[in-house]
């Protein structure tokens, strides 16, 4: 399946976007909104936080990192795991996320809008993990 790239005129607003399984809107006025179920897990580029809607994928996801944490040489780097997941880089989450999202249901979203310039908008990129059948 082809997913359409819309580019807006520069400074354009981003145009609101609505969820695909239930039509709520989950990003408008710059914002990420309310979650509604199906969005599963939310990351942004710009601040470079990112979290997980749902207690059992984010288990599965922390257990993953700390196994990478404790396979690698991550532990001789960060002082702590939680040091580890404090300093994870958002493309580094966002590509675990993926891997451990093992559903044909699922599908990532990223919105991405001007994060370099002056003024406008500093959003960077917007991730959203969508999943028509949440479990
Ligand atoms: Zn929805």
Redesign the pocket.
């Known amino acids: 399946m082809t997913i359409p790239t819309v580019n807006l005129n520069f400074f354009s607003d981003p145009v609101p976007f609505y969820?695909p399984?239930?039509?709520?809107k989950?990003y408008a006025d710059e914002a990420l909104q309310q979650p509604?179920?199906?969005?599963v897990f939310t990351g942004e580029s710009l601040t470079g936080n990112w979290s997980w809607h749902t207690v059992p994928l984010n288990k599965r996801f922390k257990e993953n990192m700390q196994r990478r944490y404790t396979e690698s040489a991550a532990a001789q780097t960060y002082p702590s795991f939680t040091n580890y997941l404090a300093n994870l880089h958002i493309d580094t989450a966002v590509a675990i996320a993926c891997e451990i999202m093992i559903s044909s249901s699922a599908f990532l979203l990223s919105i991405t809008t001007s994060d370099r310039g002056c003024g406008g908008m500093c959003h960077g990129t917007l991730y959203l993990i969508?999943d028509f059948d949440p479990a």
């Open positions: 969820c399984a239930c039509g709520r989950i509604c179920q199906h969005v969508i």
